[in-house]
């Protein structure tokens, strides 16, 4: 059967943040019978996006009720709500072969989370979603990623029509050993809080290369 592996759990807002891993079978088993997401026909897409669905869904179930069993749908932008439930939710995932890393936040507010691993093409796309200012600041590829995945959860908490480099902002993001961390930044002038962690789940065979970054807030 699919295995999942916590690697934290955490609130204001609540967070989870997991591994799963499945086989194309155990894919395809769960797919025909799910009840998570009633609006998707899960059974009829990509072994790759049925894995992130099932991600979500077991990491779900790891919540206390009623979010642990909370049916979740979407808009015509793919943003994800609860149904019947007034709670808010953002979600993310990380997909490779049989494995998917996903964080799920939920809030009494919008929140937004995102989940990256650190990539070179960072650094080609960067004047895309920073600042002259914030180019200086991140010039490594963890602090791009970083800067990167909090301008994504940003933009979940507002939605559409969004310049990165102009209506989000992110402060110096702190040089610490600890896990979590956090930094702050600005929606259009509003200054907000977002919590990082840095993932490593005990299976990973170089700790450093398997690494992702997980976002979410404002705390």
Same mark, same amino acid.
């Given at each position: 059967?699919?295995?999942?592996?916590?690697?934290?759990?955490?609130?204001?807002?609540?967070?989870?943040?997991?591994?799963?891993?499945?086989?194309?079978?155990? =894919?395809?088993?769960? +797919?025909?019978?799910?009840?998570?997401?009633?609006?998707?026909?899960?059974?009829? =897409?990509?072994?790759?996006?049925?894995?992130?669905?099932?991600?979500?869904?077991?990491?779900?179930?790891? =919540?206390?009720?009623?979010?642990?069993?909370?049916?979740?749908?979407? *808009?015509?932008?793919?943003?994800?709500?609860?149904?019947?439930? *007034?709670? #808010?939710?953002?979600?993310? @995932?990380?997909?490779?072969?049989?494995?998917?890393?996903?964080?799920?936040?939920?809030?009494?507010?919008? $929140?937004?989370?995102?989940?990256?691993?650190?990539?070179?093409? =960072?650094?080609?796309?960067?004047?895309?979603?920073?600042?002259?200012?914030?180019?200086?600041?991140?010039?490594?590829?963890?602090?791009?990623?970083?800067?990167?995945?909090?301008?994504?959860?940003? #933009?979940?908490?507002?939605? @559409?029509?969004?310049? #990165?480099?102009?209506?989000?902002? $992110?402060?110096?993001?702190?040089?610490? $050993?600890?896990?979590?961390?956090?930094?702050?930044?600005?929606?259009?002038?509003?200054?907000?809080?977002?919590?990082?962690?840095?993932?490593? #789940?005990?299976?990973?065979?170089?700790?450093? +290369?398997?690494?992702?970054?997980?976002?979410?807030?404002?705390?």
């Amino acid at each position: 059967m699919p295995e999942i592996n916590i690697f934290t759990q955490s609130s204001s807002p609540d967070v989870i943040i997991a591994q799963v891993s499945a086989s194309d079978s155990e =894919l395809k088993s769960w +797919a025909q019978k799910q009840t998570r997401f009633p609006s998707r026909d899960i059974a009829s =897409l990509s072994n790759h996006r049925q894995l992130e669905h099932l991600a979500v869904d077991k990491a779900m179930l790891e =919540l206390s009720a009623p979010w642990s069993t909370a049916q979740i749908t979407h *808009d015509e932008n793919g943003k994800p709500a609860l149904l019947a439930n *007034d709670k #808010f939710i953002s979600i993310s @995932h990380h997909a490779q072969g049989t494995l998917c890393s996903v964080i799920i936040c939920l809030g009494n507010h919008a $929140v937004g989370c995102d989940i990256e691993r650190p990539r070179e093409q =960072l650094h080609a796309i960067s004047k895309r979603f920073l600042s002259q200012q914030e180019q200086n600041h991140f010039t490594t590829t963890p602090l791009l990623c970083c800067a990167w995945g909090i301008k994504e959860s940003m #933009f979940k908490t507002i939605g @559409h029509g969004i310049d #990165f480099r102009i209506d989000l902002i $992110v402060n110096a993001i702190p040089s610490t $050993v600890e896990n979590p961390f956090e930094a702050t930044g600005s929606i259009k002038g509003e200054l907000t809080q977002w919590r990082i962690w840095k993932v490593q #789940f005990h299976n990973a065979k170089d700790k450093d +290369a398997d690494a992702l970054y997980a976002i979410a807030g404002p705390v």
